[in-house]
């Protein structure tokens, strides 16, 4: 037996979670579609695909502050940044909520990040299975699923008159009280996400491959701006610079992807990664390699935002096969 | 911006000729607005668009460039690049919605002091009557 | 038509790296959805047969040679993107002999993303004078006659607003963007090894990705081009927030045109408005 929930239910239960916290859901803003408050449940894009932007903004803040600071008299007052409100994410895909969760990772291992432990306390996410995956994505092969429940709160199945309920986490359950839910047994239909990259063994191959040409003609290709990173939800690298106004400071954080120049740019002047190769390189060793041998799961959820936003066509997954041809080739030679 | 700033001008001034002009205004105890903020520059052609964009993206209701009469400029030929960069930058900043009158580019010899205290008090009693810029 | 030019390409491509004339040729390949070109770097005579050209093909691709300027190499351009050649000839980035130019009459390129493809001419089509390469060392198809002057209704539209509605739609637009620089990183036009958007003395735009700042770098990056840009659009197109970014190029052109009666690109020996003066102009200012 499931649980259920019709569409006027949902966008009544959506409505009451309005009245009481910050809901984000996807919205069509002109041309785009983005994760951002609603006011009311109309403003909702029920049937979009993934957004534009993923929805890591809500969790990792394209600019933040993390304190400030004011002269009180003869000292320095520091005011950490206290997140309070509550926040209900609606609508978020499962590829996306596995980005956000994968990113505990590098935030919560010791020493924590109190802002992103903060958010992540302070939001409830409301996953919606995906019925119909675009042809850029390939979240089975990175280890997700369209009906993954493993990283939301609550996660929604559409069905022919409603929705399924799944209630996943304490969290969610609690969002759940005193939402009355039909008992039913519909079954979803499992869709699946056709493209598949041969993603396993992935990690040493990218090892193996490293020192290969391969990266610098990549890279002439590469314009390296930002758009991969910032359209990414696993992407979390940032700068930080203080910020004067009216006697305050605030240090604040921002998105930066190591594809810009000058990111890993020390005192001296000294660059590691000035050539474009080793920066582009930089991308998928962390995605495909640092990050799983730090953390686990690879820094890849196959959303495909990548793969549509990038405007000279750099796409993941040519770039996973052809490593694992390489990794296989230099394999065979040191064998 | 506070009440009895508004509308507050800032003022790029070349070294040679406009800021003397401004002096002389000084001490031929011509009066003007206090408005207007005054920046010494070396020359009106070293007025970076960006100091403007900035001047405007900082809260600033005007921007007065002065610099020698064209033909007189200290290295010659300062103003008249100048001019061409404030002539497209004002077309810039209006269509961005910063409306032309609020950038003003002005020639203004050491002698004209009293010329000077005429041009900004007419561009504030403008500005004052334009009122604040209404968006960033 | 475009097979045919895909041929020309692919055969002047081979001669040109088996006679060792050029080291690289950069030019179009088709992209990983199989229908959309996307930039092709061919080093061996045997990988020619990957290069195409069909009216996908919409990158200018002379942003490239300023990575290649110690290196003999080949590149195919279409016509606006023979002007950014120009424009770099004459402010010295890249030396005319060390590019071989294949010039590609331009059919008209369609608005493209990956996987999607219509038959929608782009914008930039629409205001396009210069169909036939202005620089070519090879020329692919016959020359046409260009056009009369287009206009600038799209300017003029934006210029019938309020200067308040004007602000509101700037700001607006400001919110959207991401500062991701891909508009700077596409533009041929933009190769400053220091950009003033990283420099943090003077710090001309602060670190938010917030709207005062994307103001700040959205007016500089059009005004740094005025005088210079070449109509190819690619900023517009490559942004992932479609900021209409051609809207403050074109004012600046069209301003260019009216004030000095000049159009980037078009010759490499004709100075950029802004690096050169007539004593006695008029020009609405302090007059």
């Given at each position: 037996m499931t649980k259920t929930l019709s569409k006027n239910e949902l966008e009544s239960w959506l409505g009451n979670i309005l009245k009481e916290r910050t809901l984000v859901a996807p919205r069509c803003v002109d041309d785009l579609t983005l994760f951002l408050p609603v006011a009311?449940?109309?403003?909702?894009?029920?049937?979009?695909?993934?957004?534009?932007?993923?929805?890591k903004d809500w969790f990792f803040p394209r600019t933040e502050a993390l304190f400030t600071a004011e002269h009180k008299d003869a000292d320095i007052e520091i005011t950490p940044a206290v997140i309070e409100q509550e926040t209900v994410i609606f609508g978020i895909r499962p590829c996306d909520a596995k980005g956000i969760a994968i990113l505990d990772g590098p935030y919560l291992?010791?020493?924590?990040d109190s802002l992103w432990a903060q958010h992540r306390a302070k939001t409830t996410m409301i996953g919606l299975s995906c019925s119909s995956p675009a042809p850029q994505c390939f979240c089975t092969s990175m280890g997700?699923?369209?009906?993954?429940?493993?990283?939301?709160?609550i996660l929604l199945t559409e069905v022919n008159d409603g929705y399924i309920v799944d209630a996943v986490t304490e969290k969610g359950e609690k969002l759940l009280q005193g939402v009355e839910l039909k008992e039913s047994d519909v079954s979803g239909s499992?869709?699946?996400?056709d493209t598949q990259v041969p993603a396993e063994g992935i990690t040493e191959a990218v090892k193996r491959a490293f020192d290969d040409p391969y990266w610098g003609r990549l890279a002439d290709r590469c314009?390296?701006?930002n758009i991969c990173a910032y359209v990414?939800?696993?992407?979390y690298c940032f700068d930080i610079r203080d910020r004067t106004e009216g006697g305050k400071i605030e240090r604040l954080r921002t998105w930066e992807s190591c594809?810009?120049?000058?990111?890993t740019k020390i005192a001296g002047g000294?660059?590691?990664?000035?050539?474009k190769g080793s920066r582009l390189r930089q991308r998928f060793c962390h995605k495909l390699l640092y990050f799983p041998e730090q953390f686990?799961?690879?820094?890849?959820?196959?959303?495909?935002r990548c793969v549509v936003s990038c405007p000279v066509n750099i796409d993941i997954r040519e770039i996973i096969s052809d490593v694992q041809e390489l990794g296989a080739k230099v394999g065979e030679g040191s064998s | 911006m506070s009440e009895n700033s508004a509308p507050l001008i800032i003022g790029f001034l070349c070294n040679w000729c406009s800021y003397a002009g401004a002096d002389m205004a000084g001490t031929s105890r011509a009066a003007y607005p206090s408005n207007i903020r005054i920046l010494r520059v070396?020359?009106?052609?070293?007025?970076?668009?960006m100091m403007i964009v900035k001047c405007f993206q900082e809260g600033a209701d005007a921007v007065l460039v002065a610099g020698c009469h064209p033909g007189d400029c200290h290295y010659n030929e300062g103003n008249y690049y100048g001019r061409r960069r404030f002539a497209l930058l004002r077309e810039l900043l209006d269509f961005m919605g910063?409306?032309?009158?609020r950038f003003r580019v002005e020639w203004v010899s050491a002698s004209e002091g009293k010329r000077f205290a005429k041009i900004v008090t007419d561009f504030t009693n403008e500005m004052t009557k334009m009122g604040p810029r209404k968006a960033s | 038509m475009a097979s045919d030019f895909t041929q020309q390409i692919r055969e002047k491509a081979r001669e040109l790296l088996e006679d060792g004339t050029v080291e690289c040729v950069i030019g179009y390949e088709t992209g990983s959805d199989g229908i959309s070109a996307r930039p092709a770097f061919i080093y061996?005579?045997?990988?020619?047969?990957?290069l195409v050209f069909d009216?996908?093909?919409?990158?200018?691709?002379?942003?490239?040679l300023l990575n290649k300027k110690a290196k003999s190499t080949a590149v195919v351009v279409k016509g606006c993107d023979s002007r950014a050649l120009n424009l770099l000839l004459s402010e010295r980035q890249i030396e005319r002999d060390k590019a071989f130019v294949v010039g590609v009459v331009c059919p008209g390129i369609v608005e493209s993303r990956w996987n999607e493809r219509s038959e929608q001419l782009q914008k930039r089509c629409d205001w396009c004078?210069?169909?036939?390469?202005?620089?070519?060392d090879f020329m692919v198809g016959d020359p046409v006659t260009e056009q009369p002057p287009a206009d600038f209704a799209d300017v003029a539209e934006e210029e019938a607003k309020t200067a308040e509605e004007r602000a509101a739609f700037w700001q607006q637009q400001a919110e959207r963007?991401?500062?991701?620089y891909a508009c700077r990183q596409a533009?041929?036009?933009?190769?400053?090894?220091?950009c003033f958007a990283e420099?943090?003395?003077?710090?001309?735009?602060?670190?938010?990705?917030?709207p005062a700042e994307s103001q700040m770098w959205n007016t500089i990056r059009a005004f740094h081009l005025a005088?210079?840009?070449?109509?190819?659009n690619e900023c517009e197109r490559v942004c992932p927030v479609n900021l209409p970014l051609s809207l403050l190029n074109r004012k600046l052109e069209q301003k260019v045109l009216e004030l000095f009666d000049y159009r980037a690109?078009?010759?490499?020996d004709a100075p950029a408005p802004l690096i050169t003066f007539k004593k006695d102009e008029k020009l609405g200012i302090a007059e």
């Open positions: 009311s449940v109309d403003e909702i894009a029920f049937d979009c695909g993934n957004t534009d932007l993923s929805p291992a010791d020493p924590a997700g699923a369209p009906f993954d429940s493993s990283s939301v709160d499992v869709p699946s996400c314009l390296h701006c990414c939800p696993t992407c594809q810009s120049k000058g990111f000294h660059d590691p990664r000035v050539d686990g799961p690879l820094g890849c959820v196959g959303c495909g | 070396p020359c009106s052609g070293r007025v970076d668009p910063v409306e032309r009158e | 061996n005579a045997a990988d020619v047969e990957r009216n996908t093909c919409t990158h200018n691709l002379v942003k490239y004078r210069q169909h036939t390469p202005v620089v070519s963007c991401i500062r991701c533009c041929p036009g933009c190769y400053c090894t220091d420099s943090l003395d003077p710090e001309w735009v602060g670190i938010r990705i917030a005088g210079r840009c070449i109509s190819c690109g078009m010759s490499e």
